[in-house]
């Protein structure tokens, strides 16, 4: 666990935490996941649908299964569920791997300003420990320190977006309100979990299209945004 830098100033006190995304909200990872499902539905012998795909973002990958069982009219009783969703993990990390992890634009930068506004910060994903570690550890490597308080990744809340769970377990995991937090997502699964969690959503659609509704907020990109920005946000 990282410490973060000296506490906010008085502008920015009722905002205390601010808790990310990362696939698709971060770093430029999302599309790999999703060369990994066409490459999965390739070797099943079909064709993954752009609607299909569009569906999984955000999602478990037993979710993101069933998913493309459907699109491509398999019975899901009578496919190997756990080693399809292993073989897409394991794929897609190897492109990680190959290809790199670009930030998202504005993210590297925001998560910087975020941190030196004293802000508490977490990373909550629904990637499995094992894969988001490679990011985990790229991104630390690259700002030089790790700018996460707290991490929850995968099921380690007991339950995936979009349950609230994994975005409580994160605001408990730094003593913080939801009132005084907010969420930075891409999906709509995401957005869901951090709404579901009473906390502020900050919207970058990426994969998916998101929808107005109370509570979230949508932009096209993190870039040129300060910390007085997040915290008006919670009005």
Same mark, same amino acid.
């Given at each position: 666990?990282?410490?973060?830098?000296?506490?906010?100033?008085?502008?920015?006190?009722?905002?205390?935490?601010?808790?990310?995304?990362?696939?698709?909200?971060?770093?430029?990872?999302?599309?790999?996941?999703?060369?990994?499902?066409?490459?999965?539905?390739?070797?099943?012998?079909?064709?993954?649908?752009?609607?299909?795909? &569009?569906?999984? /973002?955000?999602?478990?990958?037993? $979710?993101?299964?069933?998913?493309?069982? #459907? *699109? +491509? =009219?398999? %019975? !899901?009783?009578?496919?190997?569920?756990?080693?399809?969703?292993?073989?897409?993990?394991?794929?897609?990390?190897?492109?990680?791997?190959?290809?790199?992890?670009?930030?998202?634009?504005?993210?590297?930068?925001?998560?910087?300003?975020?941190?030196?506004?004293?802000?508490?910060?977490?990373?909550?994903?629904?990637?499995?420990?094992?894969?988001?570690?490679?990011?985990?550890?790229?991104?630390?490597?690259?700002?030089?320190?790790?700018?996460?308080?707290?991490?929850?990744?995968?099921? &380690?809340?007991? /339950?995936?977006?979009?349950?609230? $769970?994994?975005?409580?377990?994160?605001? #408990? *995991? +730094? =003593?913080? %309100? !939801?009132?005084?937090?907010?969420?930075?997502?891409?999906?709509?699964?995401?957005?869901?979990?951090?709404?579901?969690?009473?906390?502020?959503?900050?919207?970058?659609?990426?994969?998916?299209?998101?929808?107005?509704?109370?509570?979230?907020?949508?932009?096209?990109?993190?870039?040129?945004?300060?910390?007085?920005?997040?915290?008006?946000?919670?009005?």
């Amino acid at each position: 666990m990282s410490s973060s830098p000296a506490g906010p100033s008085a502008p920015l006190q009722r905002l205390q935490a601010v808790l990310f995304d990362m696939d698709g909200t971060l770093v430029e990872t999302e599309e790999l996941w999703g060369e990994a499902m066409f490459a999965l539905a390739t070797q099943l012998g079909g064709t993954l649908s752009d609607e299909a795909r &569009e569906q999984t /973002a955000g999602t478990s990958m037993l $979710a993101s299964m069933e998913i493309i069982y #459907a *699109d +491509l =009219g398999m %019975d !899901p009783a009578a496919q190997d569920l756990q080693a399809d969703a292993r073989w897409v993990e394991d794929e897609t990390a190897a492109l990680m791997t190959s290809r790199g992890m670009p930030w998202r634009p504005g993210a590297r930068e925001l998560i910087n300003t975020v941190r030196a506004a004293g802000l508490r910060t977490a990373l909550v994903t629904t990637t499995p420990r094992r894969v988001a570690t490679l990011v985990l550890d790229r991104i630390t490597a690259e700002l030089g320190v790790d700018p996460f308080d707290v991490t929850v990744c995968g099921t &380690e809340a007991g /339950a995936l977006k979009p349950d609230p $769970a994994p975005y409580r377990k994160a605001m #408990a *995991d +730094l =003593g913080v %309100d !939801p009132r005084s937090s907010l969420v930075i997502e891409d999906s709509q699964v995401g957005t869901a979990s951090g709404l579901a969690a009473g906390v502020a959503v900050l919207g970058i659609p990426l994969v998916q299209r998101l929808q107005p509704q109370p509570g979230l907020t949508l932009r096209t990109t993190l870039a040129g945004l300060t910390a007085a920005d997040l915290a008006a946000l919670l009005d």
